[in-house]
């Protein structure tokens, strides 16, 4: 099956920083890949995704590109806010060609964004 | 706009004890999942289900069981508790079919706490 690996936690960073949460995948073929979020006290949800190579996934500032060559999704955003503190996880099938969700996901990286 | 909802919120058990959690989702949607979330270790597949009347296993399914006699709930019962399933448990919900497939919509969470 397809696995994930995502860059470690806690990240702290300040108010206006850049970005960025490694996030790399083993896969056959090329599956849909994603991020979640999941802000404090709160369930997941979808933060941006992107359903084949070299497609660009965007929302709320955020970014990741599919890149197949070195097999990576990672998140970035430009200047970061409080708001965005959070856990974020990388995603994606656990089977290719598997149309019925079943996710799996990375550890999850804490971001903690001071004033 | 419910969504996915999950009862109850919180619960403590002692070891041995049962219970079931229950979700309920108003989306309509075919596949159902829960997933158990521990620090370091991401969200993991408990058990999942296809529509209604069936469920199947997912990565950690022992010590629970599930049901699915409904389309719109998923029930996650615990037989016989134990400290090893001390965790946060998320139901989730995607729509059959490739536009929304992947594409989870998740619960609040239940933390459950096993003495």
């Known amino acids: 099956g397809n696995s994930v690996t995502q860059m470690e936690g806690p990240v702290t960073l300040s108010e206006e920083a850049f970005l960025t949460i490694n996030c790399t995948y083993t896969a056959t073929g090329y599956p849909s890949l994603f991020w979640y979020v999941q802000y404090p006290g709160e369930g997941l949800q979808l933060l941006l995704k992107?359903?084949?190579?070299?497609d660009k996934g965007s929302n709320k500032g955020f970014e990741a590109t599919y890149r197949k060559e070195t097999t990576s999704f990672h998140l970035e955003k430009g200047s970061v806010q409080v708001s965005d503190s959070a856990v974020y996880f990388c995603?994606?099938?656990?089977?290719?060609?598997?149309?019925?969700?079943?996710?799996?996901f990375g550890q999850g990286t804490e971001l903690s964004v001071k004033p | 706009n419910a969504g996915v909802t999950q009862t109850p919120k919180f619960r403590v058990l002692k070891t041995g004890q049962s219970m079931t959690l229950l979700c309920a989702q108003d989306?309509?949607?075919?596949?159902m999942y829960w997933y158990r979330q521990d620090p370091g270790m991401g969200l993991r597949l408990i058990h999942y289900?296809?529509?209604?009347?069936?469920?199947a296993k997912g990565e950690v399914p022992d010590g629970y069981n599930v049901s699915r006699l409904k389309k719109q709930n998923f029930l996650l019962g615990l037989e016989s508790a134990a400290p090893s399933q001390t965790s946060v448990y998320f139901c989730?919900?995607?729509?059959?079919?490739?536009?929304?497939?992947?594409?989870?919509?998740f619960g609040a969470g239940s933390r459950l706490t096993v003495l």
């Open positions: 992107a359903t084949k190579a070299d």
């Open positions: 289900s296809v529509g209604e009347g069936t469920t």
């Open positions: 995603a994606l099938p656990s089977q290719s060609y598997n149309q019925g969700g079943k996710l799996i």
């Open positions: 989730a919900s995607t729509p059959w079919g490739t536009s929304g497939a992947n594409v989870l919509t």
């Open positions: 989306m309509n949607h075919e596949y």
